[in-house]
């Protein structure tokens, strides 16, 4: 494995240790994540894959503090989030996190503005701070002129660059996007995608991405593959061309398994 | 799995959804029944001797009752069918057919609304007891009164009921059989999408929406509406304000909000993302609904309004007409004695009986005459038109123990309640010019008094009380036909008012009542009778209208479900999105709530001249706030199970 050696140098943001998460109840439960150990440095583009019920979603969702783990611990920004408090854990989402998912989850009587300006609503942002981020963001994802409008005004990929704007405008320490791409053509997929990894070179912010598609996870820096709720490999792309990286992905997923096209 | 399998678990499922209109149903029936148990009881009818009046009322109950129950079912039913659409078309789905889905839903309504039955009749039996006493207690009743089963109401309730499932099971038959699959999938998400409102189109209706309601509250309170066409005009106004709330819900609210966000330039905050953004989305396809809720809470609030007002002021409307105890008067038709000689037995019989009284003769002129003045009220035709009018001395009203003021000379109060609901303080002073025999006088009529201060010649109930000289130099002039004598008794201790309206019975003469608690008794079961209908009416309209809007936020909460999960995730905090959520319930209950408070007010406002001497502002008020406080449940009830939703979401 290729060592890069730039990110050894810079914080960590997330470290998890020995992370388990069960469904179901004591006497039948089933172990999704069987101890996962997790390490994300500040400015990292993570990418996580695997088959269908590897436990991709799991991880991020407990990672992400939306879902609790069984055991283990999580750090985040070197806070224990695994030890927090319901009412702690949401101030933390709304302070440090950032969230992109596969439908978007816009609010539809919003605006784009509007929804993209929601999480600064509680943040302690002051409006005219608020309103710099927007212009400032939107601007980079080039969604600024939209801004008066509904979502049902606007096509899946800009709707997608809605809610990573939304996941960008509190500045995070950390963004989590579980299947960005899922729902948007392959020239939308591949401009959002072009997006993030810019916004994650330029504003240096922290990206965790769940996605089963190749082509997605090139865009990483790093990716990291799940099997039956264990890790199974890592790969780092250093300084390779997105292809080269691309061709790497698709490898350990030959040797993953079978089902390289994951049904979602 | 069987049918009856399947009914069962659906049935346990949508419990959720159906106990507020299981609870409301059963209301309805119990209430129904009791109305129609009282109506049929032949006990209670003569043992309070009502019957006429009674029978006659409860009878126009259970057809409002009844109509108010099928608006209100059908709406419910439509609304969850709407609601189970997605359930229906996957029942289709896996290979139920058509029919099969109809008679699933039809048993399930039946079993829905036979449980109801069952449970309300029974509910009925209970507490018809409670409810006779608490009539019995209006109405003035004291004595005992034993109530049966009625077969008859039993019947009548189960019959009206039947009916009512067959009607919705009928509908249900329809919805199923015109549906497609395609429909049923996405009925639930038909809502329209959010659009920008054109600023100056909304600016306008939203005005004129206003500019209606305020022009129909000032036409049914100007002089303009008391005329020959007031059917018309009332319907009139009926139109002006009802469309003008519909505008208002259509499009006023959306206009307002749209100028409130527009001002927010994005800036909307989490609860304005939850109550202002919601509520323009949805306004439009809930403006109709939530006019005929604002009509039927107006129409509630109004008739509590004025029933409980009625019932209030019985005494002191009854006081206005008889001012006095008991009066012994000549002019009666058929009066077996002179009033003195009459009042002079009914002294006997009061000291035999131990009653303290105090009594005065009192004579009055008969005059006749005319009005003139300027501001005279148009209605009444006064103006140049000759007249009959009753002269009074007001020493000796003040010695009867009348609290009237002693007027100037040349001056003179008028007293008439028949026609004080027209007189306004702008209508005095006005002249009367009045003859009895030769002599003439030219009085200054300064004010109205209360009420009433003798009765006299049945049809002249206008009554002038000038001072001791004028009467008397009239009273010289005056032939002797115009001069009338009437005799007052006011009894020291009301209490003995019972007792005597029993001795006072015999000198009555025909039906002319010159008896207070005579006719006190008369008014105050009347008038108990109303508000004990009126008050169970305003509750069934109450629980039906709160459990629609109660139907229709759970609807929207389910759509908005994935908003609160989403907010959740991004770090919302529950007691946060529960902030803009109260906000919205403020809008959604308050808004008509308020609307129908305003024009209930506008609606008592144009009555109130049936309350001759009584400031009913205190009744309709309490009356409105008993309305509020009950309404308000309903709109904990719904927060409540937003409060549910929200917890749930993440």
């Not at chain 2, 002021?313 to 009033?339: C, K, N, W, Y």
């Not at chain 2, 020493?395 to 004080?420: F, T, Y």
């Amino acid at each position: 494995m290729v060592t890069d050696t730039n990110q050894i140098q810079a914080r960590t943001v997330l470290q998890a240790h020995q992370v388990r998460k069960s469904f179901g109840s004591k006497l039948n439960s089933t172990e999704v994540l069987k101890g996962i150990n997790l390490q994300v440095r500040e400015g990292e583009f993570v990418g996580i894959m695997g088959p269908s019920g590897a436990g991709k979603t799991t991880l991020l969702n407990v990672l992400a503090t939306i879902d609790r783990p069984t055991s283990g611990t999580i750090m985040i920004d070197g806070q224990e989030t695994s030890k927090m408090k319901d009412a702690q854990l949401s101030t933390f989402r709304r302070d440090k996190l950032g969230f992109i998912f596969q439908d978007y989850n816009l609010l539809d009587t919003l605006t784009v503005k509007e929804n993209i300006l929601l999480p600064a609503s509680l943040g302690g942002l002051s409006k005219k701070a608020a309103e710099e981020q927007f212009n400032d963001i939107a601007g980079i994802l080039g969604i600024k002129e939209h801004g008066h409008k509904y979502p049902h005004e606007i096509s899946g990929g800009q709707k997608q660059r809605t809610s990573a704007a939304r996941a960008l405008v509190n500045q995070p320490s950390m963004v989590f996007a579980d299947e960005p791409t899922g729902a948007l053509d392959s020239k939308s997929a591949a401009a959002l995608l072009g997006t993030l990894e810019d916004v994650n070179k330029s504003r240096g912010v922290t990206i965790m991405m769940v996605t089963h598609d190749a082509v997605a996870s090139s865009y990483c820096n790093r990716v990291i593959f799940l099997k039956d709720g264990a890790m199974y490999s890592e790969l780092y792309r250093g300084d390779k061309q997105r292809q080269a990286f691309f061709q790497d992905i698709l490898n350990v997923q030959a040797v993953l398994g079978g089902d390289r096209v994951d049904a979602r | 799995m069987t049918l009856a399998d399947l009914v069962l678990r659906s049935m346990r499922k949508n419990l959720k959804h159906y106990y507020l209109y299981f609870f409301a149903l059963i209301f309805g029936v119990t209430l129904f029944f009791i109305f129609s148990t009282l109506q049929h009881d032949h006990a209670v009818m003569e043992e309070t001797a009502l019957s006429a009046k009674m029978a006659s009322g409860f009878q126009a109950a259970t057809v409002l009752l009844f109509a108010i129950l099928l608006i209100f079912v059908t709406y419910a039913n439509d609304l969850f069918l709407k609601r189970r659409s997605r359930e229906i078309g996957l029942y289709q789905l896996v290979g139920l057919t058509k029919a099969g889905v109809t008679r699933l839903l039809i048993i399930e309504n039946a079993l829905l609304g036979a449980g109801a039955l069952v449970i309300g009749i029974g509910a009925g039996l209970l507490v018809s007891r409670l409810f006779l006493l608490l009539l019995m207690k209006l109405v003035g009743y004291s004595g005992f009164v034993n109530l049966t089963f009625s077969p008859q109401a039993f019947v009548e309730t189960v019959v009206v009921f039947a009916v009512l499932i067959v009607i919705t099971s009928f509908r249900m038959f329809w919805k199923v059989r015109k549906s497609n699959l395609i429909d049923l999938f996405n009925d639930e998400r038909k809502d329209e999408h959010p659009k920008h409102p054109k600023p100056l189109r909304s600016g306008f209706l939203g005005l004129l929406g206003l500019a209606m309601i305020i022009t129909g509250y000032w036409f049914a309170n100007s002089s303009y509406m008391l005329n020959m066409f007031l059917m018309l005009n009332m319907l009139l106004v009926l139109a002006l304000v009802i469309t003008g709330t519909y505008l208002v819900f259509r499009v006023t609210i959306g206009w307002f909000l749209t100028l409130i966000r527009r001002r927010k330039n994005g800036h909307i905050g989490l609860p304005g993302a939850l109550s202002i953004a919601p509520l323009m989305h949805r306004m439009k396809a809930n403006a109709k609904s939530l006019t005929v809720i604002t009509t039927l809470s107006a129409m509630t609030l109004a008739m509590i309004g004025f029933a409980y007002s009625l019932y209030y002021s019985t005494e002191q409307e009854t006081r206005a007409v008889i001012p006095h105890d008991f009066m012994f008067d000549e002019m009666e038709q058929g009066a077996a004695l002179p009033p003195e000689e009459a009042a002079e037995q009914f002294s006997a019989e009061l000291d035999k009986a131990g009653i303290g009284y105090e009594s005065a003769p009192l004579t009055y002129i008969t005059t006749v005459g005319s009005f003139s003045g300027d501001n005279l009220p148009d209605i009444l035709g006064l103006e140049g038109r000759t007249l009959e009018a009753l002269l009074f001395d007001a020493g000796q009203l003040r010695a009867s123990g009348l609290d009237v003021r002693e007027p100037q000379k040349g001056e003179a109060v008028l007293h008439d309640s028949s026609i004080s609901w027209v007189m306004k303080d702008s209508s005095f002073p006005f002249t009367a010019t009045l003859a009895a025999g030769e002599e003439k006088a030219e009085l200054n009529v300064e004010q109205l008094g209360e009420g009433d201060v003798a009765s006299g010649w049945p049809g002249v109930l206008t009554q002038l009380v000038v001072d001791g000289d004028t009467y008397s130099r009239l009273a010289a002039a005056a032939p002797p036909e115009a001069l009338h004598t009437v005799v007052a008794f006011n009894l020291t201790d009301k209490d003995d008012l019972k007792e005597a309206s029993e001795l006072f019975r015999q000198f009555e003469p025909g039906d002319f009542k010159a008896d207070y608690f005579a006719s006190y008794e008369d008014a105050i079961a009347s008038n108990g009778i109303i508000i004990f209908i009126t008050g169970f009416l305003g509750l069934a309209f109450l629980v039906s209208t709160g459990s629609i809007l109660y139907f229709k936020q759970m609807g929207e909460a389910e759509q908005e479900k994935r908003s609160y999960t989403t907010l959740r995730q991004l770090g919302f905090k529950t007691g946060e999105i529960m902030k803009g959520i109260r906000r919205k319930q403020t809008f959604v209950f308050g808004i008509p709530l308020l609307i129908g408070i305003a024009h209930s007010i506008f609606a008592i406002k144009s009555v109130s001249i049936f309350f001759m001497t009584t400031d009913i502002k205190l009744p309709v008020a309490i009356a409105m706030t008993a309305y509020a406080l009950i309404y308000l449940v309903f709109a904990f009830l719904t927060i409540g199970y937003y409060r549910k939703m929200v917890r749930a979401a993440l």
